[in-house]
Nanobody, 124 residues
C-alpha cells in the first residue's frame, strides 16, 4: 500500500504561487495514477487534477485549468502541483491520492490511498 505525504502549503497573496509536493513510499510498484483534491470548510471535496500512469495524460478541473500544473517524478517517487495565479476561492486543504493504473478521473472513489493534506491560504 502506498503512503503519501503532502507538503508545501502555506499563505500566499492573491496572484501568488505555491508548489505542493506529494512524496510516496511503500507499495510494490509505482504504476498508479495520481489525483489532487481540495476541501474548503463547509464544502465538499473537489477533484482538481489527475495524472494517469498511461502516457502521462492529465486532466484539470475548469476551476484550476490554465493555472495549476501537475507533474510526476518517477525516479523520486513523487508528484507535485504547481499552483499559479492563486485566487481567493482557492484556499482549502489540498490532498494527493493514488489510484489504479491508467485511470484519468477526479472522482474520489477511484482513489484508495490518501495523504493527510496540506493547508493552502490566500489572503492579502
Amino acid at each position: 500500500q502506498v503512503q503519501l505525504v503532502e507538503s508545501g502549503g502555506g499563505l500566499v497573496q492573491p496572484g501568488g504561487s505555491l508548489r505542493l509536493s506529494c512524496a510516496a513510499s511503500g507499495g510494490t510498484s509505482n504504476d498508479y495514477s495520481i489525483g489532487w483534491f481540495r476541501q474548503a470548510p463547509g464544502r465538499e471535496r473537489e477533484g482538481i487534477a489527475c495524472l494517469s500512469s498511461h502516457a502521462g495524460a492529465t486532466y484539470y478541473a475548469p476551476s484550476v485549468r490554465g493555472r495549476f500544473t501537475l507533474s510526476r517524478d518517477y525516479a523520486e517517487n513523487a508528484a507535485s502541483l504547481q499552483m499559479d495565479d492563486l485566487r481567493p476561492e482557492d484556499p482549502a486543504v489540498y490532498y494527493c491520492a493514488a489510484g489504479p493504473p491508467r485511470i484519468l478521473s477526479v472522482q474520489s472513489n477511484y482513489y484508495d490511498n490518501w495523504g493527510q493534506g496540506t493547508q493552502v491560504s490566500v489572503s492579502s
